[in-house]
């Protein structure tokens, strides 16, 4: 059966409660940060659930367990079912780093640290060094560590993002001898695919608008193609202007009224009117009565709630339910 991202982590997290302290411990050692991070919330602000509701999803799981034997997915395995899901160009940057994982498994404890203690950590490292660290975590990840960087090793750090074609053996050789023992530096015969404009385009989306100007300003200084290269890969709070009528309708399904409103107070009017046409009459009434009572908001928050729209819109987008606009989208359908 399948279930919504949403539904499954309410399963899992309903899952754990009900297997109890040791056995729920047990499970989470197997799980990365982001996931024991959403389950540990979920858990947290889950309300007591009913006998009910609990007894089939524990059949459903004895059901799938019963069936016997050892259940392991070999290499080709997974390369055949994340290129399936992603399709092959966005499924290659993510084999490798499953595939590769002895090769940056200490870099895994990096993730485990808020952002402030990782960029304390690794800011007195080498520039390209730090930007071999970053290319080996999640977008999001890396955007809150470069904000914790001075403008200038920021600035350096994302340009050497942006020319990074591969990461070689001999750099997590390095990578290792900097984190000590939080990398393991086995060298591999093969490059990992990381690193490159749309890796750079991916992180500054997530720095904030000032820092993402003073960024971009100084790759153009140093090479103004591959600013623009960059800029072309962003995708923005008003490119959702580019998403068809239906991406909007989709992408609004799965939105707060609360954090849309907040979200358009630094909007320009031609997405407004867009969002509000995508709306039904009376709804979209009492949202511009909503965006024109509430008051000022602090720039912070309004770009917090627009980053989680455009998560959203990404996930929608990696799920097959909408086509982001911008380069490229023109071949979304043939």
Do not use: C
């Not at 080498?126 to 090793?153: C, N, W």
């Amino acid at each position: 059966m399948s279930v919504s991202p949403e539904e499954g982590l309410e399963r899992a997290a309903l899952l754990l409660v009900t297997l109890g302290t040791n056995e729920a411990a047990e499970v989470l050692k197997h799980l990365g940060p982001r996931e024991v991070q959403k389950i540990g919330l979920k858990m947290a602000s889950m309300p007591a659930q009913e006998r009910a509701k609990v007894e089939p999803l524990l059949a459903e799981m004895e059901a799938h367990f019963s069936k016997g034997g050892a259940i392991r997915a070999d290499q080709e395995q997974i390369r055949e079912m994340l290129t399936k899901a992603l399709g092959s160009e966005r499924a290659a940057h993510l084999i490798a780093r499953v595939l590769q994982g002895s090769d940056t498994a200490g870099i895994e404890n990096l993730k485990w640290l808020d952002p402030a203690t990782a960029a304390d950590l690794i800011k007195n490292e080498h520039p390209q060094i730090i930007a071999t660290i970053l290319v080996h975590l999640s977008y999001d990840q890396a955007g809150e560590i470069l904000k914790h960087f001075s403008d200038r090793l920021r600035n350096d750090v994302i340009l050497r993002i942006a020319t990074l074609d591969g990461v070689q053996p001999a750099a997590l050789k390095e990578l290792n001898e900097s984190l000590t023992q939080m990398l393991s530096g086995a060298a591999t015969t093969k490059k990992a695919a990381m690193g490159g404009v749309r890796h750079a385009a991916e992180i500054l989306n997530f720095v904030g608008s000032a820092a993402e100007t003073a960024v971009l300003d100084n790759v153009r200084e140093y090479d103004p193609d591959l600013a623009q290269k960059i800029l072309d890969e962003m995708f923005v709070f008003e490119n959702l202007l580019d998403i068809d009528d239906r991406g909007i309708q989709s992408i609004l399904r799965e939105i707060q009224s609360d954090s849309l409103i907040t979200a358009l107070k630094g909007s320009s009017p031609e997405l407004r009117d867009k969002i509000f046409k995508n709306m039904s009459s009376r709804a979209a009434e009492m949202m511009r009565e909503d965006l024109e009572a509430k008051g000022p908001v602090r720039l912070s928050e309004v770009e917090a709630e627009q980053k989680e729209i455009l998560k959203i819109a990404r996930r929608l987008a990696e799920e097959g339910q909408i086509v982001m606009g911008g380069k490229g989208s023109e071949d979304a359908f043939v």
